[in-house]
């Protein structure tokens, strides 16, 4: 049986900014369970103030910078924002999104499309191009998202959307993220005192939301009720106009323009009762799921999905749009009555614990779009698809170890990997072949052997192989492997690039020849969003046509195991002869000119004045041994420096140090450093290639500039001085690493790729 892939959806909005309908996309795609689902966002125009959440939570998001009025550059740039994630399912969500994303999901040959719609009506009437743009687009829509009961007339009746594609998914909240804990911090900043009664409302300063009503109303409570104050909580053009109503009402000392803020949840907990006034189009407002989950009594308005959430003379009281006094009224009893707002606000949490949960809300959302996408594969029995790694040579290096691990972790019944050498079996072969992996050798014996393709031609056949991988740095299986896989009729070819930064020491990932023809690969498996952008500004992948392919992040992976104890630390530094008590600073990597090591060689000697009993660890081996060795002598640290060679278990070395260092001049995404984090060690590393995808300065461990030995020399002096520093970054390493980097999610990746592609095909 097959394992399901994971569906991927594509978010298109037109920013994030701090809005209600922004905070549902946002939340939506960092709760979506990554074990069924592979969540994408694209901004039209900028990212706004929530898209550093969607970055923190490794959702992938981009933002494209466009203004209405580049709409048709704005359309070519989404086209290829979807083809290069290849979603099957776009949700869009605002007019602009609405329109060109549908349009795009087209050229992009998306398979389904769907409007996520949050308002319940239009503040004015619907254009004639809008119209038309509605009726042409409607038979390429799957399916129209709304987030509560009122908008199925305003969708059917004046929009025109057939009843059938219309689902509805109401919004939903944490209410463990709404405990009031921080109300007294919070009421405190904002100079209230301990016995005012707070009035607030959460919503842009948009005309819709009403506020001069609000303002209206404030000014009634305030002669009814001393103790009286108003927050304003949210921006917009029309500040400088609320402001001067609040003067002319007389109550401006009593108002508090709090201006966009993030910590809404601090706010509404100083609030005694909440209230939204909006007169028309209010849909789901999740600032009122909020505050009823913060145990807030709130006075609305009976507009839209609001009375679908409120319920009159039990959670809070509805009033009508545009009166003040009805607003005033109800809000003067309830600040009468703390009993009153004590039920009233016990009664609301309870509601949105029973009926509007976040966790509820995303459930539903991810039975509709499975629903909608309606994979095709559905379980049913295939035989393993078989997937040919073909290499120059089965080399120690980080990339072949690495494709051993992924094939031992495969699932036998999905895929079944071989591995074909152009040349000799190299190092590795036999450990393949333990795994279970059949090797097959093609003895290529120069450069111009002209047995070599029709050999791999006729090996491809025999093997029945379903697809072929090769990589950048094996330059003849690069072009050879897919040559091969044309002729002998293989359905899918794949290339994974694992290097990048190669400019600036002359070189390239992929040569020129490989970018040209990239079109005739079937994907370009890649590390790290960061990677894809070198190689489109560096590389010019992607430029022309013929430059274009399918590009997939598929990170590094390793087998993460128990976190390291006192005794296993003490046994590696014992294997290593290293002193229990010293500073170990360790380096795993090839001894070659990329890997800089005289960089950390000049720093460890800055470090060895402050810690002459420090030791540095040179795990690799390769052309420069003899030449450092020589290098450390010269510098007076070869009594300190322990050189290893190459060692089959790095992982059981690791725990010996206590930080490992890679002071590289360009690399994509090493190993030894997600090796390293999963032992809990933090990292000093250079600052180049995918090095900021695995380690964010000051977090998991330091980021220096690349050549700069006393920058590398004062960090780790930073680190041998403070053991407790050392401990909080190696746990933060190990936690990104099993999130991000665990040899089964690699597996996974690949799986789920070839599953894809063969389909396709």
């Known amino acids: 049986m097959t394992s399901p892939r994971r569906l991927r959806v594509a978010f298109v909005v037109p920013d994030l900014g701090l809005g209600g309908a922004e905070r549902h996309v946002t939340t939506l795609v960092r709760r979506l369970d990554r074990q069924r689902f592979e969540p994408s966002v694209v901004c039209l125009g900028r990212e706004g103030e929530l898209f550093a959440s969607l970055v923190e939570s490794s959702v992938p998001a981009v933002a494209l910078h466009r203004t209405k009025r580049q709409a048709a550059r704005c359309l070519v740039d989404l086209v290829r924002a979807l083809r290069r994630t290849a979603p099957d399912v776009v949700v869009l969500r605002g007019y602009n999104a609405e329109l060109l994303g549908r349009v795009a999901a087209v050229l992009a040959r998306i398979p389904r499309s769907v409007v996520w719609v949050h308002n319940c009506g239009d503040l004015g009437p619907r254009g004639l191009v809008r119209r038309v743009a509605d009726t042409v687009l409607d038979p390429v829509t799957d399916a129209y998202f709304g987030v509560a009961h009122a908008q199925v007339p305003y969708l059917v009746e004046e929009v025109g959307v057939p009843r059938r594609k219309v689902r509805v998914i109401h919004n939903g909240v944490d209410p463990a993220a709404f405990d009031g804990r921080t109300g007294a911090a919070a009421r405190s900043s904002l100079g209230l005192r301990g016995d005012d009664l707070v009035v607030g409302i959460v919503a842009a300063l948009r005309p819709e939301k009403d506020h001069e009503t609000f303002l209206r109303a404030a000014a009634l409570v305030a002669a009814a009720q001393p103790r009286a104050r108003f927050l304003v909580v949210g921006d917009g053009p029309r500040r400088p106009v609320l402001e001067d109503l609040a003067a002319r009402l007389g109550i401006s000392r009593r108002v508090d323009f709090t201006g966009a803020r993030r910590d809404v949840g601090s706010l509404l907990a100083t609030m005694d009762v909440f209230v939204l006034c909006s007169y028309t189009i209010e849909c789901f407002p999740m600032a009122l799921l909020e505050a009823m989950a913060s145990s807030r009594p709130a006075v609305c308005t009976a507009v839209g999905g609001v009375p679908e959430m409120v319920d009159d003379g039990v959670t809070g009281y509805l009033v009508p749009p545009r009166d003040p006094e009805a607003l005033a ?397 050392r401990e909080r970054m190696g746990a933060r390493g190990r936690e990104h690493v099993l999130e991000h980097h665990r040899i089964e999610q690699t597996a996974r990746g690949y799986e789920e790729l070839l599953m894809d592609l063969v389909d396709a095909r």
Not at 623 to 631: G, I, K, N, S, V
Request: hydrophobic share 45%; proline share 6%.
């Open 329 to 725: 009224d109800r809000l003067i009893s309830l600040l009468r009555d703390e009993g009153a707002r004590q039920a009233f606000g016990t009664a609301a949490r309870v509601r949105v614990a029973r009926e509007f949960t976040l966790e509820r809300s995303v459930q539903e959302a991810e039975r509709r779009l499975l629903e909608i996408a309606q994979p095709p594969r559905g379980g049913a029995a295939r035989r393993p698809l078989r997937l040919a790694l073909v290499l120059d040579e089965t080399s120690v290096g980080g990339v072949e170890m690495l494709m051993l691990d992924v094939f031992r972790s495969f699932d036998p019944a999905t895929v079944q990997p071989v591995l074909i050498s152009l040349r000799a079996p190299g190092p590795l072969a036999d450990e393949y072949r333990a795994a279970g992996v059949p090797v097959d050798v093609m003895g290529r014996t120069g450069k111009f052997d002209l047995r070599t393709l029709p050999r791999l031609v006729a090996t491809l056949r025999r093997r029945d192989v379903d697809a072929v991988l090769v990589t950048h740095h094996h330059r003849a299986a690069l072009a050879l492997g897919r040559l091969a896989a044309r002729l002998a009729g293989v359905r899918v070819t794949m290339v994974a690039a694992h290097d990048m930064d190669l400019t600036g020491v002359g070189g390239r990932v992929l040569p020129r020849w490989a970018v040209t023809t990239l079109r005739e690969t079937d994907a370009l498996v890649l590390l790290a969003p960061s990677q894809g952008e070198y190689l489109h500004r560096e590389e010019r992948v992607g430029r022309r046509p013929w430059s274009r392919t399918r590009e997939v992040v598929i990170p590094n992976g390793v087998r993460v195991g128990p976190l390291p104890d006192e005794v296993t630390k003490r046994a590696a530094r014992h294997r290593l002869g290293l002193p229990d008590e010293a500073f170990v600073i360790g380096i795993v990597a090839r001894l070659s000119a990329q890997k800089a090591h005289h960089v950390l060689f000049e720093a460890f000697v800055i470090v060895r004045r402050t810690y002459p009993t420090a030791r540095l660890v040179v795990v690799g081996g390769g052309a420069r041994d003899q030449e450092l060795r020589e290098l450390a002598t010269a510098l007076g640290i070869a009594d300190g420096v322990r050189f290893t060679g190459v060692l089959s278990d790095v992982s059981a070395v690791l725990p010996a140090f206590d930080v490992t260092c890679l002071s590289s001049v360009h690399e994509g995404v090493p190993m030894a450093v997600i090796e390293s984090l999963a032992s809990g060690v933090p990292v000093v590393a250079t600052d180049c290639g995918a090095m900021r995808d695995m380690v964010v300065d000051g977090e998991q461990g330091f980021l220096v500039p690349v050549k700069d030995a006393e920058a590398l020399a004062d960090r780790l002096l930073t680190l041998a001085g403070n053991p407790g520093l």
